[in-house]
């Protein structure tokens, strides 16, 4: 594939890309940018160059991208997992600032860390392109929580 004129973001770019463009290079991507920078819905081939700091598995298995380096496909959630995680998101209210939207979280994470499956970059991963940076780190907030309990 030609890399030359794809349209590319950068940590200073304003918004999301528009549904025209057709591939989007995001190399070394930040939570905050690949949270504003994906295209939801449109048909848009996104290459992803992930650096070590920043691990995106959670994206790259809830998004099922394809790893070209070793031809694979990331493990999918299992059903279970899903549903907790739905649950999460659904439960964002005012992006997990609220007292509700923060207890009915912490019930969840807690269920994802008694069946051994919270995995904070995976859930952050999963949820970045779903809600905005700032629900994100908040929701981090509550993991780190749970997890020091």
């Not at 059903?79 to 209210?93: C, G, P, S, T």
């Amino acid at each position: 594939m030609d890399l030359k004129g794809v349209d590319f973001v950068t940590e200073k770019s304003s918004g999301r890309l528009r549904n025209q463009a057709r591939v989007v290079v995001l190399l070394h991507p930040s939570l905050k940018l690949l949270s504003r920078a994906l295209p939801s819905d449109s048909a848009s081939k996104v290459v992803v160059v992930e650096f070590p700091t920043v691990p995106l598995h959670g994206w790259a298995a809830a998004s099922g991208a394809f790893n070209v380096a070793t031809r694979e496909v990331p493990a999918q959630l299992g059903e279970a997992e899903v549903k907790l995680y739905d649950r999460i998101l659904w439960n964002r209210n005012n992006g997990w600032a609220d007292a509700a939207g923060k207890r009915d979280a912490l019930h969840d994470l807690r269920q994802l860390r008694a069946v051994g499956r919270l995995d904070k970059d995976g859930l952050i991963g999963f949820m970045v392109s779903r809600k905005g940076f700032e629900a994100v780190v908040r929701l981090g907030k509550l993991v780190d929580r749970v997890l020091g309990e």
